[in-house]
């Protein structure tokens, strides 16, 4: 267990996220079997978002809960605000909607309140600089302060914003007496490494923001299963992930999948999978609270959950040279 970020909420090292999985590809009796077998090896923290199967993750992540009967107070839950449905009026980051959309979630969750709600940017693809006006902070900021103050939320973070974006809201936070974001969830692994890195560190160092990573094995990239090509049943060849095919069949991809073969030697020269080497290097990472896992079964879970317990800096320092891609950092990883 981690402090996320210089908040006081503990937080499992690896969490459970719910993102192409519940509500939509596996049933609802495997994402019961996943939160179990999670839950009872200390995963503590749950995250899903509205936008999710289109709130269905939220509907059966809320009944399991309640069909389980933990005690609220020994996990978790984390959500996401932006994208809520069909209307103008059920995205994006208004003071309507974050109030409404929390509200939304809360109903199919079944709970009281969640642990921390996020706030999302709109699209992976879409520039980092200028997405929020500092007026639109103001509103942010003062909107996720009133959900917290309603008791609808215990924290509120960022997803995908800069760090110039994050700075800005804490920077609004300090200037009106309001309640600054204790986290960002960032997309962190071999070949995403330069924010989670670099500026996050900076961040958790001046304003104690932590850090929670997703898509540690890169949408599967990192498991080897592209290594012959696209197999039928992978999450490539399904509807909707063409830019995962493309990325996987470009030239960069094609490099990215000859640096994962040498990783898998070295994988097994430790006596670990490749899985559980990739989430053992984020975990490294100065400011990672926690490592959001996507599985689809019970064994990958229990694979993911068996993660090397330490990585030496030697280890550190020969995938580095391996990947070549390490960025300038201030600061030296916890390694």
């Known amino acids: 267990m981690l402090n996320l970020g210089k908040s006081g909420l503990r937080v499992s090292c690896l969490g459970l996220g719910t993102w192409v999985t519940f509500g939509s590809q596996i049933s609802d009796e495997m994402a019961e079997n996943l939160m179990t077998v999670a839950y009872e090896n200390g995963v503590n923290l749950f995250d899903t978002a509205e936008v999710y199967a289109s709130g269905r993750a939220e509907i059966t992540l809320g009944n399991i809960i309640k069909k389980k009967g933990w ?3 020994s996990f978790v839950i984390t959500t996401k605000i932006y994208w809520g449905g069909q209307a103008e009026t059920e995205r994006g980051l208004s003071r309507k909607h974050i109030i409404e959309g929390l509200r939304g979630s809360l109903s199919r969750l079944q709970l009281d309140y969640v642990d921390i709600v996020f706030a999302n940017r709109n699209d992976v693809n879409s520039p980092m600089e200028g997405q929020f006006e500092p007026l639109t902070t103001v509103v942010i900021v003062r909107a996720m302060t009133f959900v917290i103050n309603q008791g609808m ?32 969830q960032a997309e ?11 500026q996050l560190p900076e961040l958790y160092h001046k304003i104690g923001v932590g850090a929670m990573t997703w898509s540690p094995l890169a949408c599967g990239l990192i498991t080897g299963k592209y290594s012959d090509g696209v197999p039928e049943c992978s999450r490539a060849a399904m509807k909707g992930y063409q830019w995962l095919k493309e990325r996987v069949n470009s030239e960069e991809g094609r490099r990215q ?10 994988a097994d020269r430790l006596g670990c999978t490749a899985a559980q080497l990739a989430i053992a290097w984020c975990l490294r990472s100065e400011g990672v609270s926690s490592v959001l896992l996507g599985v689809s079964n019970t064994d990958q879970l229990l ?11 030697q280890t550190v320092t020969e995938m580095d040279a391996l990947l070549g891609n390490k960025p300038h950092s201030k600061k030296e990883s916890r390694a």
């Open 303 to 313: 694979e993911n959950l068996g993660i090397l317990s330490q990585m030496t800096p």
């Open 188 to 198: 962190y692994h071999y070949f995403q490494r330069d924010k989670v890195e670099v």
């Open 153 to 184: 939320a215990m924290y509120w973070g960022t997803s995908r914003w800069s760090a110039m974006e994050i700075m800005e809201a804490y920077s609004v936070a300090r200037q009106f007496n309001l309640i600054p974001p204790v986290c960002e």
């Open 71 to 73: 005690r609220r107070s």
């Open 257 to 266: 999948l000859a640096k994962i073969k040498e990783l898998h030697l070295l």
